[in-house]
Structure formats: C-alpha cells, structure tokens
C-alpha cells in the first residue's frame, strides 16, 4: 500500500488550493484519512481528519476555511483550502489508517507530503 500527497503550490494570500491524497495497492477498508502540516521549526501538528461514516475533525486554524472530504471509490482523499493566509506555509502530509488486503488488521500508512507556500 502506498498514499500519494500531491495538489501543493504556491499561491496568493486568499487564495485556494485543493490537495490530495490517493491510496494504491491491495486495500480492503479505508478507516480514518488525515491532513497533518509541519511548518518550518515547528511541530507537525493534525490539520483534519475524516473517519469512515465521514465525521470530521478540524484544527481552530482550519475550522472555517478548510474542508475534508473523501471518494471511497477511488481511496482517496481531499482537503480543499480556501481563504490561504501566509501562516498556513507547510509541508502537508496525509495519513491514513488502512486495511490491505490479506492482513488481519490496520496499519497507518503515509505520504510523501507535498509544499504549499502562501504569499503575502
């Protein structure tokens, strides 16, 4: 199983971007997928989380602005992030809690994490 991060850039202070997060290989269930971000000299902190009945989870920072989705068809996951201030520079990753195929249980998987830099 391996989850790929991508949908980072640079943009303008207001703007938006929509990441991504795609699970391959032999999966059986997908539990929880999660966005975390780790500034520069910071802790990587939990962004959102979306569970399996599609509950979410958001940081202060994110409530509002950021929203957590997911397509179970396609395993994979979305945040889309709107009103981007210079604070939410980070690299974003995602995680996510995964049953393969032919394992008798969950493992957490992550990305690679993908670079989003909002100017000012």
């Known amino acids: 199983v391996q989850l790929q991060a991508f949908g980072g850039g640079l943009v303008q202070a207001g703007g938006f971007l929509r990441l991504s997060c795609a699970a391959s290989?032999?999966?059986?269930?997908?539990?929880?997928i999660n966005w975390y971000r780790q500034a520069p000299g910071k802790q990587r902190e939990l962004v959102a989380t979306?569970?399996?009945?599609?509950?979410?989870y958001y940081s202060d920072s994110a409530k509002g602005r950021f929203s957590i989705s997911r397509d179970n068809a396609k395993n994979t996951g979305y945040l889309q992030m709107n009103s981007l201030k210079p604070e939410d520079t980070a690299v974003y990753y995602c995680?996510?809690?995964?049953?393969?195929?032919?394992?008798?249980?969950?493992?957490?998987?992550w990305g690679q994490g993908t670079q989003v830099t909002v100017s000012s």
């Open positions: 995680s996510a809690d995964v049953w393969p195929m032919g394992r008798g249980g969950w493992y957490t998987y």
């Open positions: 290989g032999s999966i059986f269930r997908i539990h929880g």
């Open positions: 979306i569970s399996s009945n599609d509950s979410t």
